[in-house]
Structures are given as C-alpha cells and as structure tokens.
C-alpha cells in the first residue's frame, strides 16, 4: 500500500525562529523536546531603585563561579546600617519572606522579565511583606537586620537568578541609576580668595 503524503500550511514566522517538521514516516519522535527554559535569556534593565540608598557603597561584586557548585560571590553586598529600609528594586510578587539558615529573607519575583521569571532576594532583612504580596518598584519589603551578614560591617547580600542560575544583579539596573550623580559646585563661605 502506497503512504499518503500530508501537506500544512504553516503561517509565516518571525525572523530567527526556525521551525522543523518531521513526517511520520520518516520514523521520527515528533514529541517535543523536554527542556528547561532559556535561563541565559538576557536581563532587562527593569530596576528602579537600588535596595537600600540612592547610591550605596558596593562592598563586593558579583563573583560568578566556574561550576555550578564553585566558589563564588553570588551577589552584590550593598553597605547599609542596621535598620535601613530595603526596597524591591522593580514590581513583582513575594515569592518568599522568612528565615533561610537563620538569616531573613526576602525574595521577589520580577513581573514581565521573561521565562522562567527572574526572582531577586534580600537578606539578611527583616521582612515587612508576606508571601505573595503584590509590590511596585521602591516599595519597602523589609530592614536590614543588626546580624547575620557576611561583611564585616552590616550589609545587604542582593541576588538574581533566573530559575537556578544566579546572574549579577546591577544588571538590573538601568545606565542611569548606575552613573554617579554629577558633581555639584557648592559656595565656599569664610574662606578667603587666593592672592594673585
């Protein structure tokens, strides 16, 4: 018995999608691949605000390490007194508030920033929001607790991951809010002018 042969139409695509289709007969599994989502897929400049401050000291930067389970620094530690409010740095939804390995944590994941989406988390923080709450860009989440930062004052540990990868979190941050304010001429009171 002769096989049929069966045509679609397919409607057009989108430039750099690519599209296969594989015919019965031909013997292949046309199930599609089971995968995790994109988690290198590129980080949107969605930030607003820094966590804590207008500008705060980096005290470390991001490490990424070689291996999944390397050494590393996987995140920014921010300089911040105890007490200093910590903000979401974009809108989102509070995936998690409470204590990981004693130390409080808050984690909140990113609205309209790509699959799987990309979660930030702060700690050590006292956390002012529940899980699940629904927070705009500079809202507050929390207080930097008196103790356990890594640093040897008291810091804010900012992460990002998208899924399981961790990614540097001043990625986040627009150009804008990453550039030191301009420096301002201010008038100098009781001080003689210079001899000519």
Same mark, same amino acid.
């Given at each position: 018995m002769r096989a049929m042969r069966c045509t679609r139409v397919i409607?057009?695509?989108?430039?750099?999608?690519?599209?296969?289709v594989l015919s019965p007969a031909a013997g292949a599994d046309t199930a599609p691949a089971a995968g995790p989502a994109a988690p290198d897929a590129p980080v949107p400049a969605i930030g607003r605000v820094w966590p804590v401050g207008v500008r705060p000291t980096v005290l470390r930067g991001w490490e990424p @390490?070689? $291996?999944? =389970?390397?050494?590393? /620094?996987?995140? *920014? &530690?921010?300089?911040? @007194?105890?007490?200093?409010?910590v903000r979401a740095v974009a809108a989102g939804r509070v995936s998690f508030a409470g204590r990981v390995a004693g130390n409080g944590t808050v984690s909140v994941e990113l609205r309209d920033s790509g699959v799987p989406p990309l979660r930030t988390t702060y700690q050590p923080v006292r956390p002012s929001v529940a899980k699940g709450a629904v927070v705009e860009a500079?809202? *507050? +989440?929390?207080? +930097?607790? @008196?103790?356990? $930062? /890594?640093?040897?004052?008291t810091c804010v540990h900012w992460g990002l991951?998208?899924? @399981?990868? =961790?990614? &540097?979190?001043? $990625?986040?941050?627009?150009p804008e809010l990453l550039r030191r304010?301009? $420096?301002?001429?201010?008038? +100098?009171l009781g001080v003689p002018p210079p001899e000519a």
């Open positions: 409607p057009a695509l989108p430039l750099g999608v690519a599209l296969a @390490p070689a $291996s999944r =389970y390397g050494r590393g /620094h996987r995140g *920014v &530690d921010l300089a911040a @007194p105890a007490g200093t409010p500079g809202a *507050v +989440v929390g207080t +930097v607790e @008196p103790a356990g $930062s /890594h640093c040897a004052a991951l998208r899924g @399981p990868t =961790y990614l &540097d979190p001043l $990625s986040l941050l627009p304010p301009p $420096s301002r001429l201010l008038p +100098v």
